[in-house]
């Protein structure tokens, strides 16, 4: 009789610690920083990390916790978010008895993966938490994740008389597609591994492919 089919199971081969994580790795019901969202980054992580080499036992640590603080995209505490995740992880790995030197390094890949915290990551274990993270930001998970939060937030598809922003200033608080060239765009120039920037390329053109395929229908 097979095992039924469990969240940890997805982090092999660190169920045990996931086991311990979930229940900490998540503080709001945003459906684009979910359980879903944990996964995506944990397969990116791995197939970066067969590259580029890295802890893997930190990497699945930061990756569980690395959203274990809730903060909306238009909140103004959202450049606090990382910091505010690392704390909370902090917390939660020392209350599991890891030590100060295990912990530190987890903290670290999660204060430093966010695109809005702009702090550079130091460790191998940071940048493919980085990259591992902003993979799931472009292609065609980014576009869908894109077009659900602007849905969340009440945002519009387009602005129907100038969908490009070429005669007005581009607006991804009112519009969905003018978040393509004011972050998702530009996030593919920012990669920290080799691995991650070939990925990334693939995935652009995906993104880029959305574009022109909603272009295509309005």
């Known amino acids: 009789m097979s095992r039924p089919a ?6 092999s081969p660190f169920e045990e610690l996931a086991d311990e994580l979930l229940p900490h790795a998540f503080s709001g019901d945003d459906g684009s920083h979910d359980a879903a969202h944990l996964i995506r980054v944990w397969r990116n992580a791995v197939r970066i990390r067969a590259e580029e080499g890295g802890k893997a036992r930190q990497l ?8 274990c603080v809730a903060v909306e995209k238009n ?30 390094p987890v903290a670290h890949a999660i204060l430093t993966h966010s695109f809005s915290a702009n702090i550079p990551p130091e460790t191998l274990e940071a940048k493919i938490l980085q990259d591992a993270d902003r993979l799931d930001a472009i292609g065609m998970i980014g576009a869908a994740r894109c ?7 009440g945002s519009g598809l387009y602005d129907p008389l100038d969908p490009l922003a070429e005669d007005r200033p581009l607006d991804d608080k009112a519009f969905a597609i003018d978040h393509f060239e004011t972050k998702l765009f530009r996030l593919a120039d920012g990669f920290q ?3 991650g920037r070939r990925l990334a390329r693939e995935r652009q053109q995906r993104l880029r492919g959305v ?4 272009l295509d229908e309005i």
Request: charged letters at 15%.
């Open 60 to 67: 699945a640590a930061a990756v569980l916790l690395h959203d």
């Open 193 to 195: 591994t080799a691995a």
């Open 75 to 104: 909140s103004p505490q959202r450049a606090e978010a990382s910091r505010l995740a690392a704390e909370k992880a902090w917390q939660v790995l020392d209350g599991l008895g890891w030590r100060t030197a295990e912990i530190s």
């Open 6 to 11: 469990t969240l940890a199971a997805a982090f």
């Open 147 to 153: 077009f659900y939060i602007a849905g969340r937030m």
């Open 211 to 214: 574009l022109a395929m909603v």
